[in-house]
């Protein structure tokens, strides 16, 4: 199994509140990803990463925002928490661009509720 | 713009049916890929298997089989002789161009005894 930890698991937090999420991994992938997941909408691409310090919008990026200062970490953050973000947040990590065969793996999954 | 859809919501069988998935998938581009992922009710997303827009070639891996028609943009998924560890939810998935993977919504399968 590839080497993605979600941090944390689980999160309960309040609305307007900040909330950061952590992917650490340890396989050196290039490509890192933040996609949740909610009923009826599938997988959505909220931000992602192609290198350090390199980050760019996916089609969900709008109230969150993202950092990578290291290979291994990529951060998500939501600077003021909506009820609309409740959702699973699953990072997901890939060796190569995905055009290119890059297969992704996925951590495990963030379960965020905001009240 | 790249778009996968995956018309069924939720598919239910009994154990040992045969059971198909679709996806058709939307693309301008002409190098791609797709993908499908499960995930099992525990929730951790598995890769399957991985096609690319040159080989039509039809595979099949123990009672999975995948069938790629690019004259009608789709990837259909076949299990065969289903079983109860078959429930899952069932992602396809396109690349192209860009940098990550656009799924489809995904297909609720239910297999019971």
């Known amino acids: 199994d590839a080497g993605i930890t979600q941090s944390p698991r689980h999160k309960v937090t309040e609305t307007g509140t900040p909330v950061t999420l952590r992917c650490h991994q340890t396989?050196?992938?290039?490509?890192m990803y933040w996609y949740r997941q909610d009923p009826g909408h599938g997988l959505r691409l909220i931000h992602y990463?192609?290198?350090?310090?390199?980050?760019d919008k996916g089609e969900v990026s709008d109230g969150y925002s993202v950092s990578r200062s290291k290979t291994e970490d990529f951060l998500l953050t939501l600077e003021s928490a909506t009820s609309s973000q409740t959702s699973v947040y699953f990072c997901?990590?890939?060796?190569?661009?995905?055009?290119?065969?890059?297969?992704?793996?996925f951590g495990e999954g963030s379960r965020l509720t905001v009240l | 713009a790249q778009k996968v859809t995956q018309a069924q919501t939720e598919i239910s069988v009994v154990e040992k049916e045969d059971v198909t998935l679709d996806c058709v998938y939307e693309?301008?581009?002409?190098?791609?890929?797709l993908f499908w992922y499960k995930q099992p009710p525990s929730g951790e997303l598995v890769f399957l298997i991985r096609?690319?827009?040159?080989?039509?070639q039809n595979e099949i891996s123990g009672r999975y089989s995948w069938n790629f028609q690019k004259s009608t943009s789709s990837f259909n998924f076949t299990i065969t002789a289903s079983q109860v560890v078959d429930s899952a939810v069932y992602f396809c998935a396109l690349s192209g161009s860009g940098y990550a993977l656009n799924f489809g919504k995904g297909t609720s399968l239910l297999v019971t005894p």
């Open positions: 997901a990590i890939s060796e190569w661009q995905v055009m290119n065969t890059g297969e992704l793996f």
């Open positions: 396989e050196n992938h290039r490509y």
């Open positions: 693309t301008r581009d002409t190098t791609y890929y």
């Open positions: 990463s192609y290198g350090v310090k390199d980050t």
């Open positions: 096609r690319n827009s040159f080989d039509e």
